[in-house]
């Protein structure tokens, strides 16, 4: 089945500075890689994600790169700001819809 | 993007006493529903999964007799934690499917904590 490793599991950086996670996927047959941000007591929040026939997308501040061949992509937050703070997690879906997470990244930014 | 609302947000409840949670899918039809667990500072780990008017599909080393699936309607499921135990406390998230389409919102997750 599948499996997903996200890196690094804690971050901390300057608000207005730039915010990087990756996430590494190991079934070739996945095809959608959502991103979630979770915030204490609450259920995750899509932020945005990425299909297999993309290599990057981009929503304001934040934005989702895709590499099939090394099987890893990666969120990339600019301009930080304290309401970022939160944590992040990758996941991978196969046509069965069925998710695998990654482990997650508290990210924090400090003022 | 879709919506889900989950109730209740969190519960109290005793050992030994059952506890449902239910998932609606607001603004479409959930042919499939996934139900999440998630332990403090922990991933969310896929508990089961239940496809409408029939029996749910359990991950390995989730009991089926103690976290009972309804799945009657597209837009109503029901998880019922059944003689529940401290080591029953977590976060429950439910995630309703459609399909093919691959996009997945979740509900706002349940925190139950067991006495």
């Known amino acids: 089945g599948e499996n997903v490793e996200q890196h690094p599991s804690t971050l901390s950086v300057q608000e207005g500075d730039s915010a990087v996670i990756k996430c590494t996927y190991s079934?070739?047959?996945?095809?959608?890689f959502p991103w979630y941000k979770q915030e204490l007591g609450k259920g995750p929040q899509l932020i945005i994600d990425?299909?297999?026939?993309?290599g990057e997308k981009k929503d304001q501040r934040i934005a989702v790169t895709l590499n099939k061949t090394a099987k890893h992509f990666s969120l990339h937050i600019t301009e930080t700001q304290p309401e970022d703070s939160a944590v992040y997690f990758c996941?991978?879906?196969?046509?069965?819809?069925?998710?695998?997470f990654g482990q997650g990244t508290r990210l924090t930014i400090n003022p | 993007g879709a919506v889900v609302s989950q109730h209740p947000s969190w519960v109290i409840c005793k050992s030994g006493t059952s506890v449902k949670i239910e998932c609606r899918s607001l603004d479409f039809q959930a042919t499939t529903m996934f139900w999440y667990r998630q332990f403090p500072k922990q991933s969310l780990m896929l508990m089961a999964t239940s496809n409408e008017g029939s029996k749910a599909t359990y991950e390995q080393g989730v009991e089926k007799d103690k976290f009972l699936i309804n799945h009657a309607s597209l837009t109503l499921s029901t998880l019922t934690v059944t003689s529940a135990h401290p080591e029953d406390s977590s976060f429950y998230i439910c995630r309703p499917g459609q399909g093919l389409v691959t996009e997945a919102f979740f509900g706002q997750g349940t925190r139950l904590t067991v006495v």
């Open positions: 996941a991978a879906i196969q046509g069965a819809q069925k998710l695998v």
């Open positions: 079934d070739s047959a996945s095809n959608y």
């Open positions: 990425i299909r297999s026939n993309v």
